[in-house]
């Protein structure tokens, strides 16, 4: 083989892998969720990840409407409390002292997942209500679903104007921010594939 073979096969290889990258992301945005599927299903209880208010107002709309008993609040900051939680989400301060858990344990989503994982051991939960960002789900589902293969999981995505994931390719910004959420995603699936479960635990 030649220099000028081997720098065409090269290219046909990083031409392919391009190819099948883009084809990845094209998909993987077409499959975010675009709504709430389970609106009405009762869960033992609810985990948002920590990532804005809007996350947090779901969950504890959820919570103040008697879909769950119990809420944790994953990846919680340790300088961050309840009250300023209860201003920043305008919820009661009530229902954070009786039904609200902060962990302040998880960094990231691997985190979030040990973290939970933990909680809902502790608190014997069995259906468990997942409230994150439509684009942060795919992944966190992967993460969940490898620690608690025996929780039932429902997906509760919310929805932010920021992240406009309908016409995501019209929006450079969105396009360029789902292309580092699909890699985090595809790196995700390769890692909880080759990593035995006792190495997140």
Same mark, same amino acid.
């Given at each position: 083989?030649?220099?000028?073979?081997?720098?065409?096969?090269?290219?046909?290889?990083?031409?392919?892998?391009?190819?099948?990258?883009?084809?990845?992301?094209?998909?993987?945005?077409?499959?975010?969720?675009?709504?709430?599927?389970?609106?009405? +299903?009762? $869960?033992? /209880?609810?985990? %948002?990840? @920590?990532?804005?208010?809007?996350?947090?107002?779901?969950?504890?709309? *959820?919570?103040?409407?008697?879909?769950?008993?119990?809420?944790?609040?994953?990846?919680?900051?340790?300088?961050?409390?309840?009250?300023?939680?209860?201003?920043?989400?305008?919820?009661?301060?009530?229902?954070?002292?009786?039904?609200?858990?902060?962990?302040?344990?998880? +960094?990231? $989503?691997? /985190?979030?997942? %040990?973290? @939970?994982?933990?909680?809902?051991?502790?608190?014997?939960?069995?259906? *468990?209500?997942?409230?994150?960002?439509?684009?942060?789900?795919?992944?966190?589902?992967?993460?969940?679903?490898?620690?608690?293969?025996?929780?039932?999981?429902?997906?509760?995505?919310?929805?932010?104007?920021?992240?406009?994931?309908?016409?995501?390719?019209?929006?450079?910004?969105?396009?360029?921010?789902?292309?580092?959420?699909?890699?985090?995603?595809?790196?995700?699936?390769?890692?909880?594939?080759?990593?035995?479960?006792?190495?997140?635990?």
């Amino acid at each position: 083989m030649n220099w000028r073979t081997g720098i065409a096969v090269l290219m046909g290889l990083v031409v392919g892998a391009g190819s099948f990258w883009l084809g990845g992301m094209v998909w993987f945005a077409s499959t975010l969720p675009h709504k709430v599927q389970d609106l009405g +299903t009762h $869960t033992d /209880g609810i985990v %948002v990840l @920590t990532g804005g208010s809007e996350r947090i107002s779901a969950g504890l709309e *959820l919570l103040a409407r008697g879909k769950a008993r119990m809420m944790l609040l994953s990846g919680v900051h340790h300088k961050t409390n309840s009250k300023s939680l209860a201003e920043l989400s305008k919820s009661t301060p009530e229902l954070f002292s009786c039904c609200v858990e902060l962990g302040r344990q998880a +960094t990231d $989503t691997v /985190g979030n997942a %040990v973290e @939970t994982a933990a909680w809902v051991k502790r608190k014997q939960v069995r259906t *468990l209500r997942l409230v994150t960002s439509a684009y942060h789900m795919p992944r966190s589902l992967v993460e969940f679903r490898r620690l608690l293969p025996h929780v039932r999981i429902i997906a509760h995505p919310v929805f932010s104007r920021l992240v406009k994931i309908r016409e995501w390719w019209r929006w450079p910004g969105t396009a360029t921010f789902l292309a580092g959420e699909y890699n985090k995603y595809v790196f995700s699936l390769v890692r909880n594939r080759f990593v035995p479960v006792s190495s997140h635990l």
